[in-house]
């Protein structure tokens, strides 16, 4: 008999085991963007997975679903609710579910086979799942149930209103064995929900804020495993939020009333916070029950949480603390019968978004006694959420914590720029020997210090912790580089941007506002699609704004309103366009048209709107011109100096252009060509009304040649084309010469500054904008200690009125640069969302490396180059299923290696051409390290005339 040769057995599984990695692999499965997702309503919701593979080059030429009513089924393959042939389609983003009809509180199994380059079959995936809401009115049972009254020492007319949480709670007996059980829940105002002593998930500030006159957003919780034979027990808190009185608001003025003494405001009519939740169980037998809030469920506004305001604060009495109301066998006698309510919106919708949770904990890095019994905590990051307190003392001692951003020169905290917003926190103790554990439930804030007074004791580090609080949305984007101020400006935008998110992008999260401005967010949201993957959060926004848009098609500049508390409709042209703008960054970054497809007759009935307030073609309507530019003095907030500022007229007619420009676009993509055509014609009419009536063409310049009056047309697209470049060596001489390459933008001119520099020949002046340290400047910020994005670039000098330390509006493009032109990812607008991609950087002295990734929907895109000495080498990675076209710069290209050896010898790369000295590659998926030498510093377009 032969002898086998028992060395040559690990060589073979070695052989095999690369092998199985080379084949492709699905993963990652998605569903409406979320992983796993209950309780949506999205009746024929979007589908997403990532193939994967190590072989160069790959590429998925298709797929097959098979989804089911059990795991059960899917695991046999016994495809009961869909089942698709073999698709030959590169396509793994935006799957639309085609199956059976989808029915409420239906539960769906999926998986996914694909096929690579060779038409080689993959495994199936891990299966994935996603269940359905309640989609019909009739699904419900439950009664919104509260108290719809002031009790004990609640003040809710007051301009601090006062209102305690309110507590519920039921209790039932359950004889048989539950197979599932689901809760759906919704709240006027904000929840903390309990089975048996238990909470229920992890998410925090819920339900999402919405437009409360359309809809209400409802939550779905799988709580099967917290129900038990025998008695059960359900309760409640219930807090104000937003739909109870943070500010009294005079329905017949619409303004805050400040009137802190008196609890008889006219004109003010208090809210109450109200719950409506229902448990539908399954039993194992197949019965079903249904356990929902009605007048039966026992309420208490005598609980421990005394005040819950989102401005001022919430207190908390532990000597209140009722213990085992949420569990079984309590005697609730003393609790009155919950009343059923009116009902606060017509329309209960899904909350089809990641929910805000506690994403990160803070420890304090100092903390410092400024005066007897006064403790400073400094968190070492301008942070948003709360302190978790540790303490021990005796009964009924108060401690407080009193949050703030900044501190004064004495080392005491710095309220001015609170305005009315007390941001006080109050725990009283109950005297537990072996300590206590406190933190809000109903309230957040903006802070980097903390005062704390009431201790009685030496605290210590240990005393509070930060929760970092903000929508659970995943971080898709890494950047840094060689040049610290530019590193830390995108750790800045990390921690600003993450912050303001609180189930809508709000500008600040401290004082007495914390809105969403439409505004602020209107080029700014695509580059906060680099590092966050926000689709469903702004999904959800664009909705609010549909919901706040009025019967005559006027957009708020604020959403959503909070009818009890801001209404701002001006129809100014440049923060509504966000409602426009929006939905085209998330198609561009993720290929999606949902967004256009959903809110497409919205924004025409807005354009048309606006197209009724022309006036000789142009739209004189604007109402806060390019805010927050730099004023003329360091004290002051809003400049007074006419050539600092931009015309009203030309900042609302280019942005209309743009919209029109958008809507041709979208009503292109939808097929609609009547539309397409009408928007076209109309985007060229007031393109000639701009260029007849404010450009000077002798001076190659628009109204009094401010920086932002040159910018916006030359962004938009409304500037001549024959004139671009004269206009632009106009601009770019009043930057360089007049105001020595310094900003002199505010929140509009800032959005297109840096792309509009970098895309005509001037990338040299975008880094220098970037990396200045004077004021006015990202680095001026950098230099005096900001660890976010301050509200006026002004921030350390200005006035307290409007000075926020948390503010991202002033990034404008800023963070868009950084990831397509400094580390060169971009997505090709003919194939959005990353199936090309553009690898392009601008090279500068000033930087010696960078390291950049994107977790695009097909996979993690990487861009990490370095240059030293005229050596340029750049490592990318491509996902699977998309190419790239990488412009390697080179003079040369016969001297340019990839992976250590000639390209031509490199699979997965093609030679296109070369052009203005880059050689430009085709490439597909996998890891390159491409090398040069003898590269040169980038030439300049054009220079200063």
């Given amino acids: 008999m032969k002898k086998t040769n028992l060395t040559c057995i690990p060589l073979l599984f070695l052989f095999f085991a690369v092998r199985a990695q080379d084949k492709i692999h699905p993963q990652n499965l ?71 009809p989808l029915t409420s509180e239906a539960k769906v199994y999926w998986k996914i086979k694909v096929w690579d380059k060779n038409n080689k ?51 039932t007996k359950i004889n048989k064995t539950v197979k599932t059980a689901i809760l759906y829940i919704s709240a006027a105002g904000l929840y903390e929900f309990y089975i048996n002593g238990n909470r229920v998930g992890d998410a925090v500030l819920t339900p999402a804020l919405s437009q409360p006159e359309k809809r209400i957003f409802y939550n779905t919780y799988d709580v099967t495993n917290l129900l038990k034979t025998g008695k059960n027990a359900f309760g409640s808190y219930i807090g104000s939020g937003r739909w109870a009185s943070v500010r009294p608001l005079q329905e017949t003025t619409g303004k805050w009333v400040d009137d802190t003494n008196n609890d008889t405001i006219a004109g003010f009519i208090p809210r109450y916070p109200k719950l409506l939740a229902q448990i539908n169980i399954t039993y194992t037998d197949g019965s079903k029950e249904t356990i929902a809030t009605d007048q039966t469920w026992k309420i208490t506004a005598d609980g421990p949480i005394t005040k819950n305001n989102e401005y001022d604060g919430e207190f908390y009495d532990a000597t ?37 949770k506690v994403m990160e904990t803070l420890k304090p890095i100092t903390v410092k006694q400024i005066k007897p019994g006064v403790f400073i905590y400094d968190m070492g990051q301008n942070m948003v959420g709360w302190a978790k307190l540790k303490v021990k003392g005796k009964k009924g001692t108060k401690v407080k914590m009193v949050f703030a951003e900044l501190l004064k020169p004495d080392g005491s905290l710095y309220l001015d720029n609170m305005r009315s917003a007390e941001v006080t926190d109050q725990y009283i103790l109950k005297g537990d020997i072996n300590g206590e554990i406190w933190e809000p439930r109903f309230v957040y804030h903006g802070f980097r210090y903390v005062e704390i ?17 903000y929508d659970a949305v995943e971080t898709i984007g890494k950047f840094e580089c060689s040049n610290s101020i530019i590193t830390q400006l995108h750790k800045n935008a990390y921690w600003g941007i993450r912050g303001n998110y609180r189930s809508m992008p709000t500008d600040c999260p401290q004082r007495d506002e914390r809105f969403g401005w439409l505004g602020d967010r209107s080029i700014e949201v695509k580059g906060e699609a680099f590092i966050f993957r926000n689709t469903s959060l702004y999904n959800k926004w664009l909705q609010d704004i549909n919901d706040a848009q009025l019967e005559n098609g006027s957009i708020p500049d604020v959403a959503p309103t909070h009818n009890n508390l801001i209404k701002v409709y001006n129809d100014g042209v440049v923060w ?35 197209i009724s307030q022309l006036k000789n073609g142009l739209i004189e309507k604007n109402t806060y011109g390019d805010w927050c530019m730099p004023p003329e003095k360091l004290d002051m907030i809003f400049s007074e100096d006419p050539a600092r500022a931009t015309s009203g007229v030309l900042l609302s007619s280019c942005y209309l252009y743009y919209d029109f420009s958008l809507l041709n676009l979208y009503a292109t993509l939808l097929g609609n060509k009547d539309d397409a055509a009408f928007y076209k014609n109309e985007a060229l009419k007031i393109k000639d009304a701009i260029n007849n009536k404010l450009y000077n063409a002798e001076k190659f310049s628009y109204d009094n040649n401010s920086i932002a009056s040159s910018i916006i047309p030359l962004g938009t697209g409304v500037a001549p084309e024959k004139d671009r470049d004269a206009i632009f060596q106009t601009t770019i001489k009043k930057l360089v010469v007049e105001l020595d390459t310094k900003i002199a933008t505010g929140l509009i001119g800032g959005q297109w500054q840096m ?112 240059l030293v000495n005229k050596t340029f080498d750049w490592n990318i990675e491509i996902p699977v299923n998309t190419t790239a076209l990488v412009y390697m710069p080179t003079e040369d290209k016969s001297k340019l290696m990839v992976n250590g050896k000639a390209f031509s010898n490199v699979l997965g790369i093609q030679f296109i051409k070369m052009e203005h000295g880059k050689a430009i590659f085709e490439v597909g998926s996998g890891k390159y390290v491409f090398s040069a030498v003898d590269v040169t510093e980038p030439i300049i377009k054009k220079s200063i005339q």
Avoid at 328 to 342: G, H, I, P
Avoid at 453 to 469: D, H, M, R, S
Avoid at 582 to 597: C, H, N, R, V
Wanted: glycine fraction near 6%; include cysteine; proline fraction near 5%.
């Fill in 30 to 100: 998605r569903c409406e963007y979320l992983t796993n997702p209950i309780g949506i309503d999205v009746k024929h919701p979007q589908l997403f997975w990532n193939a994967v593979s190590k072989t160069n080059a790959q590429k998925q030429t298709a797929y097959q679903i098979l989804a089911a009513s059990s795991i059960a089924n899917l695991d046999v393959g016994k495809a009961d609710l869909w089942q698709t042939n073999k698709i030959y389609s590169d396509q793994s983003t935006q799957i639309k579910y085609e199956g059976k």
């Fill in 121 to 171: 079959a993959s495994e199936w995936s891990v299966p994935a799942f996603f269940t359905m809401g309640l989609l019909n009115p009739a699904d419900w049972s439950a009664n919104w149930i509260g108290l719809d009254q002031a009790v004990g020492s609640d003040k809710p007319k007051i301009f601090h209103p006062i209102l305690s949480a309110r507590m519920l709670r039921k209790e």
């Fill in 320 to 356: 209140k603390e009722i213990n085992g109301w949420n569990k079984a066998a309590f005697n609730d006698k003393s609790w009155s019968n919950a009343q059923l309510v009116s009902t606060p919106s017509p329309l209960l919708s899904a909350e089809n978004k990641e929910p805000i």
């Fill in 453 to 469: 007074t009431g201790l009685g004791a030496e605290p210590n580090l240990n005393t509070i912790e930060g929760k970092v609080v």
């Fill in 576 to 610: 509504p366009s966000c409602f426009v703008i929006l939905p085209y960054a998330l198609y561009l970054q993720t290929g999606d048209k949902s967004g256009i497809i959903r809110n497409y007759d919205a924004m025409k009935k807005y354009a048309n709107m606006v």
């Fill in 755 to 866: 792309k509009v520099l970098a895309e005509n020949g001037r990338p040299d002046l975008a880094y220098t904008l970037a990396t200045n340290t004077d004021y006015p400047s990202w680095g001026y910020q950098i230099t005096k200690g900001a660890t976010t994005i301050w509200e006026l670039w002004n921030g350390d000098k200005a006035k307290p009125d409007m000075n926020s330390g948390n503010h991202v509006m002033l990034l404008g493009d800023v963070i868009i640069w950084m990831y397509e032109n400094v580390a060169g990812i971009s997505a090709d607008k003919d194939a959005p969302g990353f199936k090309k991609i553009i690898m392009k950087p601008d090279l500068s002295d000033k930087l010696s490396y960078v390291k950049a990734s994107h977790k695009s929907m097909y996979g993690n895109i990487v861009s990490e180059w370095k």
